[in-house]
C-alpha cells in the first residue's frame, strides 16, 4: 500500500528578539532627550538669573532724598561773582572719575550764568581713592599761599592731570600754576590741612552726602535747595538749574 504522505505544520514565527545594537540605539535616545531637556532647563534658569541680577545693577541703593547743608559763605571756596542769589555746592573727589567729568561742565555752566550762580567747593575724598586726600590737600596749600585764585588754578590743574598724574607730581603742578614748588612741598608734606580736608568730609557726612560728586543748588536768599547726584550731562545740569531757578525766583 502506497504510504499516505503526512504534511509537517509549520510552526508559528516568534517575533524577534531585539539585538544589542537595537538597545543601543534606544539608550541613546532617551539619553540624548534627557540632555537636551536639561540643556535647555539650564539655559532657562541661566537666563532667569542674569535677568535678576541685570535688575538688581538697575536699580541703585536708596539714596536720600535731599541733602541738608549748611549755608555756603564767600569765606569758602568760592568761584565767580559775590553777589548773586544761588550758589551752586559741589563735593568732590579729585580722583572720582565723575568729578573730572563733571569740573569741565561746571567750568562751563558758570561761564554761561556769569553774575547769576556761584560755584562753591567742598571737599570729599573718598578712602579708597589713594590721591584723593593729598590732592585735596594740596588744594589748601595752594590756597594758603596764593588765595582761592591759587586754590582754583591748582584744582583745575590736578583735574586736568587725573588720573596719571601721581603724588609726587603736586609739587611741580604747583609750580606751573605760579606757586612756590619749595613752600608749597613744606606745606604738603607737614600736614597742615589734613584735619580741615577730613573736617569737611565728615561735614558732608553729616549733611547726607554718600557719593562723589554730590551738588546741592542753594537759594541764598529763601534758603531752598535742591540735590543733585552724580555727573549728569551738561544739558541736565543746565535743565536742573534752570527749573530751580524758576521756582525760587
Given at each position: 500500500?502506497?504510504?499516505?504522505?503526512?504534511?509537517?505544520?509549520t510552526?508559528?514565527?516568534q517575533?524577534a528578539?531585539p539585538?544589542?545594537?537595537?538597545?543601543?540605539?534606544l539608550?541613546?535616545?532617551?539619553?540624548s532627550?534627557?540632555a537636551g531637556?536639561?540643556?535647555?532647563?539650564?539655559?532657562s534658569?541661566?537666563?532667569s538669573?542674569?535677568?535678576t541680577t541685570?535688575?538688581?545693577?538697575?536699580?541703585?541703593s536708596?539714596?536720600?532724598k535731599?541733602?541738608k547743608?549748611?549755608?555756603?559763605?564767600?569765606?569758602e571756596?568760592?568761584?565767580?561773582?559775590?553777589d548773586?542769589?544761588?550758589a551752586?555746592?559741589?563735593?568732590?573727589?579729585?580722583?572720582?572719575?565723575?568729578?573730572t567729568?563733571?569740573?569741565t561742565?561746571?567750568?562751563?555752566l558758570?561761564?554761561?550764568?556769569?553774575?547769576?550762580?556761584a560755584?562753591?567747593?567742598?571737599?570729599?575724598?573718598?578712602?579708597?581713592?589713594?590721591?584723593?586726600?593729598?590732592?585735596?590737600?594740596?588744594?589748601?596749600?595752594?590756597?594758603?599761599e596764593?588765595?582761592?585764585?591759587?586754590?582754583?588754578?591748582?584744582?583745575d590743574?590736578?583735574?586736568?592731570?587725573?588720573?596719571t598724574?601721581?603724588?609726587?607730581?603736586?609739587?611741580t603742578?604747583?609750580?606751573?600754576?605760579?606757586?612756590?614748588?619749595?613752600?608749597?612741598?613744606q606745606?604738603l608734606?607737614?600736614?597742615?590741612?589734613e584735619?580741615?580736608?577730613?573736617?569737611q568730609?565728615?561735614?558732608?557726612?553729616?549733611?547726607?552726602?554718600q557719593?562723589?560728586?554730590?551738588?546741592?543748588?542753594y537759594?541764598?536768599?529763601t534758603?531752598?535747595?535742591?540735590?543733585?547726584?552724580?555727573?549728569?550731562?551738561?544739558?541736565?545740569?543746565?535743565?536742573?538749574l534752570?527749573?530751580?531757578?524758576a521756582?525760587?525766583?
Amino acid at each position: 500500500m502506497p504510504r499516505k504522505s503526512v504534511s509537517k505544520a509549520t510552526p508559528p514565527m516568534q517575533p524577534a528578539s531585539p539585538g544589542p545594537s537595537t538597545i543601543l540605539v534606544l539608550l541613546l535616545i532617551v539619553i540624548s532627550f534627557f540632555a537636551g531637556y536639561l540643556f535647555f532647563r539650564l539655559k532657562s534658569v541661566e537666563k532667569s538669573n542674569l535677568g535678576t541680577t541685570q535688575n538688581q545693577q538697575q536699580q541703585p541703593s536708596a539714596r536720600p532724598k535731599g541733602i541738608k547743608i549748611k549755608k555756603p559763605t564767600t569765606s569758602e571756596h568760592w568761584r565767580g561773582s559775590k553777589d548773586v542769589r544761588y550758589a551752586w555746592v559741589e563735593y568732590a573727589d579729585m580722583e572720582c572719575p565723575f568729578c573730572t567729568q563733571i569740573h569741565t561742565d561746571l567750568v562751563k555752566l558758570l561761564q554761561a550764568y556769569d553774575g547769576k550762580i556761584a560755584w562753591v567747593l567742598r571737599q570729599y575724598p573718598l578712602s579708597f581713592h589713594p590721591k584723593a586726600q593729598k590732592s585735596a590737600e594740596a588744594a589748601e596749600c595752594a590756597n594758603d599761599e596764593a588765595g582761592n585764585d591759587g586754590f582754583w588754578k591748582m584744582t583745575d590743574a590736578i583735574y586736568e592731570k587725573m588720573p596719571t598724574m601721581e603724588l609726587i607730581d603736586l609739587p611741580t603742578i604747583a609750580s606751573s600754576v605760579g606757586l612756590n614748588e619749595t613752600t608749597f612741598k613744606q606745606c604738603l608734606d607737614s600736614g597742615k590741612f589734613e584735619k580741615k580736608v577730613k573736617d569737611q568730609l565728615n561735614e558732608g557726612v553729616k549733611a547726607g552726602v554718600q557719593a562723589t560728586p554730590s551738588n546741592v543748588i542753594y537759594d541764598l536768599k529763601t534758603g531752598s535747595s535742591t540735590s543733585i547726584e552724580g555727573a549728569l550731562p551738561y544739558d541736565s545740569l543746565k535743565t536742573s538749574l534752570d527749573a530751580f531757578m524758576a521756582r525760587y525766583k
